[in-house]
């Protein structure tokens, strides 16, 4: 049987290669841009359920977690990380929800592009603007194609943040 970490390099391979397939060129007056991969996996803090909901916690029917440990509510369908299941383990975004969130948040999920393209950058987002008014026209998020399987979701998320925020 293969080591969860195995399973996971697998899944984040398998959602590049899908990403990888959507090539585009660029285009743009302004970007963020990340400048390198220095990026890592946090350590992995095993905290009980009853630590994290230490006043009882709300669900459905099914098991799923309506609020967050702040009481906050969870939006059905949204994307959730961290705890998703009454019991379960916490839960990152993977590549294939970041591109959906890229695609919701721009009209087009992340195209991986030539990183001369990006000026060499890891990974670049793209917003052109009005220049009177200043509102978004357009908003890309490209990702270069020197990018590892296992780099890919990392970039991928961090360039997510930009648009997002």
Same mark, same amino acid.
């Given at each position: 049987?293969?080591?969860? #970490?195995?399973?996971?390099?697998?899944?984040?391979?398998?959602?590049?290669?899908?990403?990888?397939?959507?090539?585009?060129?660029?285009?743009? +007056?302004?970007?963020?841009?990340?400048?390198?991969? +220095?990026?890592?996996?946090?350590?992995?803090?095993?905290?009980?359920?009853?630590?994290?909901?230490?006043?009882?916690?709300?669900?459905?029917?099914? =098991? +799923?977690?309506?609020?967050?440990?702040?009481? #906050?509510?969870?939006?059905?369908?949204?994307?959730?990380?961290? #705890?998703?299941?009454?019991? =379960?383990?916490?839960?990152?975004?993977?590549?294939?929800?970041?591109?959906?969130?890229?695609?919701?948040?721009?009209?087009?999920?992340?195209?991986?592009?030539?990183?001369?393209?990006? =000026? =060499?950058?890891?990974?670049?987002?793209?917003?052109? #603007?009005?220049?009177?008014?200043?509102?978004?026209?357009?908003?890309?998020?490209?990702?270069?194609?020197?990018?590892?399987?296992?780099?890919?979701?990392?970039?991928?998320?961090?360039?997510?943040?930009?648009?997002?925020?």
């Amino acid at each position: 049987m293969a080591s969860k #970490r195995a399973r996971q390099v697998k899944a984040g391979a398998k959602a590049a290669a899908e990403i990888a397939g959507k090539a585009g060129r660029v285009s743009g +007056n302004s970007s963020v841009a990340s400048k390198g991969v +220095n990026m890592y996996n946090g350590p992995t803090i095993d905290r009980s359920f009853e630590k994290d909901y230490p006043n009882g916690y709300k669900a459905d029917r099914d =098991g +799923n977690l309506t609020h967050d440990i702040d009481g #906050r509510q969870l939006v059905a369908g949204g994307q959730t990380v961290g #705890r998703r299941v009454v019991q =379960g383990e916490e839960k990152t975004l993977s590549a294939t929800e970041l591109d959906a969130i890229a695609e919701a948040k721009t009209g087009q999920g992340a195209q991986v592009v030539p990183s001369r393209e990006i =000026g =060499g950058d890891t990974g670049r987002v793209i917003t052109d #603007r009005d220049r009177r008014s200043g509102v978004i026209l357009d908003r890309q998020v490209h990702l270069s194609k020197k990018l590892t399987p296992e780099q890919l979701p990392k970039v991928l998320g961090h360039e997510v943040g930009h648009v997002i925020g």
